[in-house]
C-alpha cells in the first residue's frame, strides 16, 4: 500500500529565503530569478521557493522528532543537578 505523507508548513518568505545558503533576498513578485548576493546562486524564483518549502517539511518532522528527545534528556539532567546541588 502507498502512503502519501502530507506535512504542513509555513509559506512565509519561501520566496524570499535563498534555499542554498538561508540568506534574505528581498524580491519584488514579477522578479522571476532568485540571485543570491550573499552565496552567488542563481536559480528559477519558483525552484528556489519550492526547494525551501521541501526543506521546511523535511526539517519540521526531524526537529520535532529530535527536539522532542533533547528537551526530555536536558530536562532530566537539569532536574538531577538541581537535587545533587
Ligand atoms: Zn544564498
Same mark, same amino acid.
Given at each position: 500500500m502507498l502512503e502519501v505523507k502530507t506535512i504542513a508548513v509555513n509559506p512565509q518568505n519561501t520566496s524570499q529565503d #535563498?534555499?542554498? #545558503? /538561508?540568506g534574505k533576498v528581498p524580491k519584488e513578485l514579477n522578479i522571476r530569478t532568485h540571485s543570491c548576493?550573499? #552565496? /552567488?546562486i542563481v536559480i528559477d524564483r519558483d525552484l528556489n521557493a519550492a526547494i525551501n518549502i521541501k526543506n521546511r517539511a523535511v526539517g519540521h518532522s526531524v526537529l520535532k522528532a529530535r527536539g522532542a528527545r533533547r528537551d526530555t534528556g536536558a530536562t532530566k539532567r537539569e532536574a538531577h543537578t538541581i537535587a545533587s546541588a
Amino acid at each position: 500500500m502507498l502512503e502519501v505523507k502530507t506535512i504542513a508548513v509555513n509559506p512565509q518568505n519561501t520566496s524570499q529565503d #535563498c534555499s542554498n #545558503c /538561508g540568506g534574505k533576498v528581498p524580491k519584488e513578485l514579477n522578479i522571476r530569478t532568485h540571485s543570491c548576493p550573499h #552565496c /552567488g546562486i542563481v536559480i528559477d524564483r519558483d525552484l528556489n521557493a519550492a526547494i525551501n518549502i521541501k526543506n521546511r517539511a523535511v526539517g519540521h518532522s526531524v526537529l520535532k522528532a529530535r527536539g522532542a528527545r533533547r528537551d526530555t534528556g536536558a530536562t532530566k539532567r537539569e532536574a538531577h543537578t538541581i537535587a545533587s546541588a
